[in-house]
């Protein structure tokens, strides 16, 4: 445990002897120890290394010193919270919510960090991760000019899907970080406006006894819904079962439970980005795996016109529910029911096919799908990837197939928190 008179001492650059023997003991929960922070990593921590011992650092900026509680011990690293800062980076402001804070909300990584820094801080993450993982060097990222983008809007009042927990005391919260924890809460500062006025935190008295979550939409399309999850199976509030959102040019109406992208500018820019780098042309075959409602498919049939093709590939059936709705007035569009290894394997849908949008969830696609697509024979991948890790992973698999990683963008989708979404462009070893 910590001994009176202070923390312990330890730093990343020259650990003191106090520190060496302190490491040598073990860490404990609660102990507090003073580090100078390193890089920083997945996950939205920074690293301290000391005396072979990794340390994961919330709450903190590389090159500060910090007073660093630990909040979990395992075998070879530990994770702590900067609970005081002693030398302050030069990127450190003043967290605009009161509950970004250790001990306290989970949902927001980086309040602590000034704008232009956080954009700094995951680029910094996706080039770290696609040298390590995905086995590029870094005069390829260079080449390749990876930079994460703002989005319009700003940094506060952009989050139009939230999911509030309902504690013990039937009140909603937020989660703490790394736990079931509930921290009741006034408002969530990074939630859409007209979320933050619902009436559904406890400030207002509200109590949900039935619920186990309580679930806000506040849609592209001006719909604001609430909708109370009881033994998993939503219930409605208050507000439309259906939200019309807007996005690349077309109106779309889908479950207010379902999937869409939860920044306002987001499927916008994804789509442009996307269209931008594969260049679609009229009548190619296009395939939009695991395609949700349908987003990048309707760019794609608009650019490959009534002599092509498109075909989305989509398991959840909210999602093939609403692509084959949104996507009704598109003759060129098939939707097909099934995992996209499955329709893989299975040849659901076969080659040949000229480019495609492969759009995993975070686990990435993974190497069986990988190898399929390649086997498919398109002259382009556009890759979007809301992991840095697993993207890394599957560039490194497609690599080990010929195929290069043309070009990156990556956009600030999250703002806050250390989430960062990429597109990349993947091309055969033909296309050179």
Not at 100 to 129: F, M, N, S, Y
Not at 166 to 185: M, Q, T, Y
Not at 201 to 209: I, K, M, N, S
Not at 385 to 403: H, I, N, Y
């Amino acid at each position: 445990m910590t001994e009176p008179g202070g923390p312990r001492t330890a730093t990343s650059r020259a650990p003191s002897a106090s520190a060496s023997s302190a490491f040598e003991r073990g860490l404990a929960e609660t102990d507090r120890i003073e580090l100078t922070v390193d890089a920083v990593a997945p996950g939205g921590h920074c690293v301290a290394r000391v005396e072979g011992q990794v340390v994961f650092v919330r709450h903190a900026l590389p090159g500060e010193r910090v007073i660093a509680e630990v909040t979990e011990v395992h075998r070879g690293f530990v994770r702590a919270d900067a609970v005081t800062v002693l030398e302050p980076s030069p990127d450190r402001v003043e967290p605009p919510c009161p509950y970004a804070k250790p001990g306290a909300c989970g949902g927001c990584d980086l309040q602590h960090v000034a704008p232009a820094a956080q954009l700094a801080w995951k680029t910094a993450v996706v080039r770290e991760q696609l040298v390590r993982l995905g086995g590029l060097t870094d005069v390829e990222l260079d080449r390749l000019g990876v930079r994460v983008e703002a989005l319009p809007g700003g940094l506060l009042g952009w989050r139009s899907r939230v999911r509030y927990a309902v504690d013990a005391a039937d009140r909603a919260g937020l989660l703490k970080h790394r736990s079931h924890e509930v921290v009741p809460i006034d408002r969530c500062r990074i939630a859409h406006p007209a979320i933050q006025q619902l009436p559904v935190l406890t400030p207002t008295g509200a109590r949900w006894p039935a619920a186990e979550a309580v679930e806000t939409v506040a849609s592209t399309g001006g719909d604001v819904t609430v909708t109370e999850i009881r033994d998993g199976v939503p219930a409605p509030v208050s507000g439309p079962t259906e939200v019309r959102e807007v996005a690349a040019g077309r109106d779309w109406t889908l479950p207010a439970s379902a999937f869409w992208q939860v920044h306002p500018a987001a499927a916008d820019a994804l789509s442009t980005a996307v269209l931008e780098l594969l260049d679609p042309q009229p009548g190619e075959v296009a395939w939009d795996l695991y395609g949700g409602a349908g987003l990048f498919a309707a760019g794609l049939a608009a650019r490959v016109g009534a002599t092509g093709r498109v075909t989305v590939v989509e398991a959840a059936a909210q999602g093939v529910a609403a692509a084959r709705e949104n996507l009704a007035d598109l003759p060129s569009v098939e939707v097909v029911s099934a995992r996209v290894e499955t329709a893989l394997a299975r040849r659901r849908i076969t080659g040949p096919v000229d480019v495609v949008v492969l759009d995993p969830p975070r686990s990435g696609a993974g190497a069986p799908v990988v190898r399929a697509l390649a086997a498919a024979g398109p002259r382009a991948v556009a890759y979007v990837a809301c992991d840095p890790a697993a993207f890394a992973r599957d560039v490194r698999t497609f690599a080990e197939l010929g195929w290069r990683l043309a070009a990156l963008r990556g956009f600030d989708l999250f703002p806050m928190t250390q989430h960062v979404e990429q597109v990349g462009l993947l091309l055969p070893p033909a296309a050179r």
